[in-house]
């Protein structure tokens, strides 16, 4: 039975949790013992069977988790976390109980990330001094976070997530807005400007800069596209998977997708095929590369060297140092935007998951205004008020009223009139 008493002039909070475990905490006042009792009953009437040790402290979660999710995430993703949490959660975190974990504690932590990187009260180890980070950099400490605690409810460890939206409450993180800004896309003449240089520069690496910059596709899923994947007659690229790591995996988004491509790409694409053919035959090979975009052993392009070449033309183009290969799908979303595309059609290109995170991503280059929508809508506006001047002066040319339900119009109109006549008759 969860109740508050007081013992040795501190008062404390005595209950059973979810899992029949007892629990007690101490407090100054019986007024904060209350409050805090009345927001655990909830959670203890949710009966629940833990599935590890429900006393586990971040540091032992962590390593459970790790080889938990291993066999479903990326490796890349599976390094992000393992990096994040060596480096920054567990030596603040790692000795703290997941259970104790609170929203207050949490938020303190992202702060201390943030500023200057100091340690929360009572925690002194050297290891965990640091300097103050980025807004995204601390985004990504809270997304692992959040990510590891979503977990533990459903170990049982957790009813609830304290770090579920903690970083828009608390604005710790950057900002939509803010992070639309950071994005780096080449206008049209930048565009046209690199192509041209790569076209000069380095003839091999310019079908997959102009496929990158004409799909929106991302790096990994242009290195892996084989021959199969291209429908030059459909002007259509199949992406069934991404090359990352030297490795085949599955695209970001879980599944593949269709893109559309222009004429043009599709006729680059449709030489290179030829000339794919005929470097074969040169060099000897037992058959044609697999590959679309492979180097001259016929293995795929290595992605360091691409972005070494890149930035080569970069230089050489004049434009500023700071595009990468994954500006080229920033560049081909933001031009597609602000030349009119339906925001469904660049989302569907894009392979994004919604078209919120679509517009959280490129909404500052949606069109603003149509001043020729506002043009339209007064040229109803006119026409609707001409037909009613006109109808309005076609009723003021006649001569009488009908009336809903009155005798039909005749050369004798007068109903008494006709009556008279008609007895005459008769």
Known sequence: MACVKKRRGKWVADWRDGAGSRRWKTFRTQREAQDFLDLERPKARQWMKPLVDPNSTVNEY??????LIAPTVKPRTLESYTETLTNHIVPLLGAIKIRQLDRGRIK???SDKLSTGRLPRKQTTAAAVSTGLSRNSVRIIHATLRAMLKAAIDDGILVANPAEKLGRQSRLVTSKAARQETIKAMTREQRQQFLVCAARETPRHYPLFFTLAGTGMRLGEGLALSWDNIDVLSREIRIAKILS??????PKSGHGRTVDMSTPLAETLGRLEVAR????LRHGWPAVPT???CGPTGAPMDEHHVRKMMRRVIKTSGLPCHFTPHCLRHTYASLMLQQGEPITYVQRQLGHASIQLTVDTYGKWLPMGNKQAVDRLDELESGSRMVANDDHQAVGKSEVVEVFGGPCRGRTYGPLIKSQLLYQLS
């Open 62 to 67: 962590q390593r459970h988790w790790l080889s």
């Open 108 to 110: 303190a932590f992202l």
């Open 245 to 250: 790591a030297g490795l085949e995996q599955t």
């Open 277 to 280: 053919k005929a470097e074969t």
């Open 291 to 293: 590959w679309v975009f």
